[in-house]
């Protein structure tokens, strides 16, 4: 028989910026630590003030705030810079899973909107383009030897 204590542990997977999926295995071992002369972690950062819409700037109002950078900050919370573009704000707090999540998804729809304007731009310019295109083979601006 093993004389080892029990160690608790869970599973959670964690959705990267890039889109990557990873998952991060935490051990509980607060008693096997503590025994072997190892420190327990310090203390998680004072928790920011709950803002449950990161998206909007406290300052000014935009909804046009975006991450700079965000990391975990312990097995519930993450801490996230944060940038205005409006008016150049920019912080930094700790922040639960919940909010984490709808500002994630916030800036998910914030994404798709861009890339439907990108697409509606890109399909008028080149109706510009096919228009000059036509306009100069009727007027003879483009012959056989131009190709």
């Known amino acids: 028989?093993?004389?080892?204590?029990?160690?608790?542990?869970y599973v959670r997977r964690v959705v990267l910026p890039s889109g990557k999926t990873i998952e991060v295995v935490y051990?509980?071992?607060?008693?096997?630590?503590?025994?072997?002369?190892?420190?327990?972690?310090?203390?998680?950062?004072?928790?920011q003030p709950e803002r449950t819409d990161l998206h909007i700037c406290g300052s000014c109002g935009s909804d046009l705030v975006y991450p700079v950078e965000w990391d975990e900050a312990g097995a519930t919370h993450w801490e996230v810079s944060l940038r205005c573009p409006n008016c150049e704000w920019s912080?930094?707090?700790?922040?639960e899973q919940d909010v984490v999540d709808r500002f994630d998804e916030e800036l998910d729809r914030g994404t798709e909107s861009l890339v439907r304007d990108l697409r509606r731009l890109i399909h008028a310019n080149m109706e510009e383009d096919i228009e000059r295109f036509v306009e100069a083979l009727h007027e003879g601006h483009i012959v056989p030897e131009d190709f």
């Open 27 to 47: 051990f509980d071992d607060s008693t096997g630590a503590q025994s072997q002369g190892v420190q327990p972690a310090a203390p998680a950062p004072a928790r």
């Open 1 to 9: 028989m093993s004389n080892r204590p029990e160690h608790s542990h």
């Open 91 to 95: 912080g930094t707090g700790i922040f």
